[in-house]
């Protein structure tokens, strides 16, 4: 996210740190045994144990307890007892922001229900003018995670709105999608966006009814100008980074995922690694700029351990949000953001340049990431990936498709005759559900959205994501939700793409290692892999409709543990 490089900066400086986790981190970590519960190896044959012994930071057996048990007596191993709680595989981003997740410690959360506290306009500038009466005259306000459909007045904010907040402080505001943003007056004119300024390829500036003035709305890389302001200090910054890695840990992450990264928060990621401040492993995936100066030799970033700090697929985005109307289908919004009955959102990049850019990385012999949403480009992304292999044939890309939300069956035929990994943004159906049932795409599509047992009877190996920040970092509700597809009014949207519980857990375990390419050592419980893992309250296999109410009581990495409720 580009907005948190400039703010990590400080940990360049940060000598001190380094000293301290180069001289006092952990050693290695004594033999332990883990007993008295259900062990969820996530193995080729879903096997569940009653033992597992760790040595180090790897796993060196999995058994019955009686077996392993004379092990850890002629080892003096440690016994972990489990209590009748289950330990399953640490949790794998498959696709996020780290350290986004963050965001929260430092600026205005500006969620609806459930996620925050704002209910309408007037509450969203009240918490925009509390903040700005405690930051100096000029300073940025800074804010995130609206989301106009939650609304009553259904629109989003607009500079006029924004300036009721603060006519003395710029302003800019993220919309939950990411791919809008907000900006007062003030934040407008910093910003240098004006009427006579015209909409880039691939965004719009919203206008007023004149036609010319803009309203404070900037969808896709119309807000590129605005994001390189709502930079925060230094300080905020470290607090951003520590936050992420709290919430992480205390939800069972041990992988954590930075898509979509530029060059700058690329090496300050790496560093952070480094010094020990970003406590999860992390996979970066770069920006294609980012992307081509590491193949011109002008960006050299991890190397030091790919396991704490690895560098992955090379990410392009293809369309925006299916709620923030730029997501790009091939039919018409259910009911069109305005007067346009035929309105389908558009592409960020022309088709012509996303299938020059996925052919020149491909013969690179780089993995590929694209975000595409909405259908029409999900189009365009087979058709790039599809000349791409006819041109230069290469075998296990692994290339992904981010989100997939709208896939078509047609297409995930494509997908499976291509190699390609569907990521799955299945907390959608939680908290999107009800509105693209009734707002953006209708009944019948919406009973469509992240088709995943689609992909599993076609045996497509798939994941499932978050996306943090624009939804929290929760992966058991995101097991729960590509379990039960159920809404936030209850209502289960497309049944028949419900999977059951061992797959959503291999979705988030070693399916996402695989689409890492790291699943020889992460993602299943089994001798040789690391040692990973994380401590449930209870058994997820007991009663699928109720796994968003389990407790992580602690997470291990290495054979460390590093979180405990």
Same mark, same amino acid.
Request: charged share 25%; net charge negative.
């Given at each position: 996210?580009?907005?948190?490089?400039?703010?990590?900066?400080?940990?360049?400086?940060?000598?001190?740190?380094?000293?301290?986790?180069?001289?006092?981190?952990?050693?290695?970590?004594?033999?332990?045994?883990?007993?008295?519960?259900?062990?969820?190896?996530?193995?080729?044959?879903?096997?569940?144990?009653?033992?597992?012994?760790?040595?180090?930071?790897?796993?060196?057996?999995?058994?019955?307890? !009686?077996?392993?048990?004379?092990?850890?007596?002629?080892?003096?191993?440690?016994?972990?007892?489990?209590?009748?709680?289950?330990?399953?595989?640490?949790?794998?981003?498959?696709?996020?922001?780290?350290?986004?997740?963050?965001?929260?410690?430092?600026?205005?959360?500006?969620?609806?229900?459930?996620?925050?506290?704002?209910?309408?306009?007037?509450?969203?500038?009240?918490?925009?003018?509390?903040?700005?009466?405690?930051?100096?005259? =000029?300073?940025?306000?800074?804010?995130?995670?609206?989301?106009?459909?939650?609304?009553?007045?259904?629109?989003?904010?607009?500079?006029?709105?924004?300036?009721?907040?603060?006519?003395?402080?710029?302003?800019?505001?993220?919309?939950?999608?990411?791919?809008?943003?907000?900006?007062?007056?003030?934040?407008?004119?910093?910003?240098?966006?004006?009427?006579?300024?015209?909409?880039?390829?691939?965004?719009?500036?919203?206008?007023?009814?004149? =036609?010319?003035?803009?309203?404070?709305?900037?969808?896709?890389?119309?807000?590129?100008?605005?994001?390189?302001?709502?930079?925060?200090?230094?300080?905020?910054?470290?607090?951003?980074?520590?936050?992420?890695?709290?919430?992480?840990?205390?939800?069972?992450?041990?992988?954590?995922?930075?898509?979509?990264?530029?060059?700058?928060?690329?090496?300050?990621?790496?560093?952070?690694?480094?010094?020990?401040?970003?406590?999860?492993?992390?996979?970066?995936?770069?920006?294609?700029?980012?992307?081509?100066?590491?193949?011109?030799?002008?960006?050299?970033?991890?190397?030091?351990?790919?396991?704490?700090? #690895?560098?992955?697929?090379?990410?392009?985005?293809?369309?925006?949000?299916?709620?923030?109307?730029?997501?790009?289908?091939?039919?018409?919004?259910?009911?069109?953001?305005?007067?346009?009955?035929?309105?389908?959102?558009?592409?960020?990049?022309?088709?012509?340049?996303?299938?020059?850019?996925?052919?020149?990385?491909?013969?690179?012999?780089?993995?590929?990431?694209?975000?595409?949403?909405?259908?029409?480009?999900?189009?365009?992304?087979?058709?790039?990936?599809?000349?791409?292999?006819?041109?230069?044939?290469?075998?296990?890309?692994?290339?992904?498709?981010?989100?997939?939300?709208?896939?078509?069956?047609?297409?995930?035929?494509?997908?499976?005759?291509?190699?390609?990994?569907?990521?799955?943004?299945?907390?959608?159906?939680?908290?999107?559900?009800?509105?693209?049932?009734?707002?953006?795409?209708?009944?019948?599509?919406?009973?469509?959205?992240?088709?995943?047992?689609?992909?599993?009877?076609?045996?497509?190996?798939?994941?499932?994501?978050?996306?943090?920040?624009?939804?929290?970092?929760?992966?058991?509700?995101?097991?729960?939700?590509?379990?039960?597809?159920?809404? #936030?009014?209850?209502?289960?949207?497309?049944?028949?793409?419900?999977?059951?519980?061992?797959?959503?857990?291999? !979705?988030?375990?070693?399916?996402? !290692?695989?689409?890492?390419?790291?699943?020889?050592?992460?993602?299943?419980?089994?001798?040789?892999?690391?040692?990973?893992?994380?401590?449930?309250?209870?058994?997820?296999?007991?009663?699928?409709?109720?796994?968003?109410?389990?407790?992580?009581?602690?997470?291990?990495?290495?054979?460390?543990?590093?979180?405990?409720?």
């Amino acid at each position: 996210m580009r907005i948190l490089a400039i703010a990590l900066i400080s940990l360049l400086l940060l000598g001190v740190v380094l000293f301290v986790n180069l001289t006092s981190g952990p050693g290695p970590a004594p033999a332990r045994l883990f007993v008295g519960g259900p062990i969820l190896t996530l193995d080729a044959d879903d096997r569940v144990a009653s033992a597992l012994a760790t040595e180090a930071d790897r796993i060196v057996a999995v058994g019955s307890e !009686a077996e392993l048990r004379e092990w850890a007596q002629s080892e003096g191993a440690e016994i972990v007892e489990l209590a009748g709680r289950a330990l399953v595989p640490g949790f794998i981003d498959a696709h996020g922001h780290f350290p986004g997740a963050g965001l929260g410690a430092v600026f205005v959360d500006l969620n609806s229900p459930p996620i925050g506290s704002v209910t309408d306009l007037e509450s969203l500038v009240a918490l925009l003018a509390r903040e700005a009466e405690d930051t100096p005259e =000029g300073e940025w306000i800074i804010g995130f995670g609206y989301d106009d459909t939650l609304l009553p007045e259904r629109r989003h904010p607009t500079r006029r709105d924004l300036d009721q907040a603060s006519t003395s402080h710029p302003i800019g505001v993220l919309h939950i999608s990411g791919h809008l943003g907000v900006a007062n007056s003030l934040g407008l004119d910093e910003t240098g966006i004006g009427p006579d300024t015209p909409d880039p390829e691939g965004g719009v500036i919203r206008r007023e009814a004149d =036609g010319r003035t803009p309203d404070g709305v900037l969808e896709e890389t119309a807000m590129e100008s605005l994001q390189r302001r709502l930079v925060p200090g230094a300080r905020q910054g470290l607090e951003i980074l520590r936050r992420a890695g709290e919430l992480y840990l205390e939800n069972g992450v041990t992988t954590a995922q930075s898509g979509y990264t530029e060059a700058g928060l690329m090496r300050l990621l790496d560093w952070a690694s480094w010094l020990g401040m970003v406590p999860v492993r992390l996979v970066v995936w770069p920006d294609t700029a980012a992307a081509q100066a590491i193949l011109d030799g002008e960006l050299e970033v991890g190397g030091w351990d790919p396991l704490r700090y #690895r560098v992955g697929a090379v990410k392009i985005v293809a369309d925006g949000s299916i709620q923030g109307y730029t997501g790009y289908l091939s039919e018409p919004y259910h009911v069109p953001p305005g007067d346009d009955p035929t309105y389908r959102g558009y592409p960020r990049i022309p088709r012509d340049e996303l299938i020059e850019e996925v052919g020149r990385f491909h013969r690179a012999g780089l993995q590929i990431a694209v975000h595409g949403n909405g259908d029409a480009s999900i189009e365009d992304i087979l058709d790039a990936v599809e000349q791409a292999q006819r041109e230069t044939p290469r075998d296990d890309t692994r290339h992904v498709v981010i989100h997939a939300q709208m896939t078509r069956d047609d297409q995930l035929d494509r997908m499976a005759a291509l190699g390609l990994v569907p990521s799955f943004f299945s907390l959608h159906t939680f908290y999107w559900g009800d509105r693209h049932r009734t707002i953006f795409m209708g009944p019948e599509r919406a009973a469509r959205m992240s088709p995943a047992e689609g992909a599993k009877q076609r045996g497509i190996r798939f994941t499932i994501h978050a996306d943090a920040p624009v939804v929290p970092m929760e992966p058991l509700r995101l097991v729960w939700s590509a379990v039960n597809r159920e809404t #936030r009014s209850g209502f289960v949207v497309g049944p028949e793409q419900r999977i059951p519980v061992m797959d959503a857990l291999r !979705a988030t375990t070693l399916d996402a !290692a695989r689409q890492h390419f790291e699943e020889a050592d992460k993602g299943s419980l089994e001798p040789g892999k690391l040692a990973d893992l994380v401590v449930l309250s209870r058994n997820p296999l007991d009663d699928p409709a109720t796994i968003d109410e389990i407790e992580v009581e602690e997470t291990w990495i290495g054979g460390h543990r590093v979180y405990a409720r």
